[in-house]
């Protein structure tokens, strides 16, 4: 009997994958009238982005899928906030994001805006050099 692996009969020289998501700006590419793709590491990074600032039972059939991220920004600004949010942030992509190895997440409190800077470092599977995604959380009304 044959064997039919891919990887015996794949005969691409590249070993990375290519990871791809949709603008969400709903971009409009020039060439195809389609909308714009983000590849690769944009891909992720918008993921990541996506993951943490989207609240449990948000997403349709996944309401597994989220973080208390934004509950977070109502509590009081302490130094274990802080940490919680770290936490909270790493729990999310470590469920969540498989294409990720994180490396550190930092919460830096805002206390004149009551906001926190969120800054995550991380190394995209395939990728040999770390990517760092920076945000700004803040609480809405």
């Not at 109502?74 to 990720?100: D, W, Y």
């Amino acid at each position: 009997m044959p064997n039919f692996d891919s990887s015996n009969t794949n005969n691409s020289k590249r070993k990375n994958r290519i990871y791809t998501d949709l603008d969400l700006n709903f971009g409009r590419n020039t060439v195809t009238s389609d909308v714009n793709k983000l590849t690769d590491v944009e891909a992720v990074k918008r993921s990541v982005r996506n993951l943490i600032n989207t609240s449990h039972f948000e997403r349709p059939f996944h309401p597994e899928i989220g973080s208390d991220v934004r509950r977070m920004l109502f509590e009081p600004m302490t130094p274990l906030t802080a940490l919680n949010l770290q936490r909270k942030v790493g729990e999310v992509l470590n469920n969540f994001e498989p294409r990720i190895k994180l490396v550190q997440i930092l919460a830096r409190p805002d206390l004149d805006r009551n906001s926190y800077h969120l800054t995550i470092m991380f190394y995209v599977i395939g990728v040999s050099e770390p990517v760092t995604v920076e945000t700004f959380l803040e609480r809405t009304r």
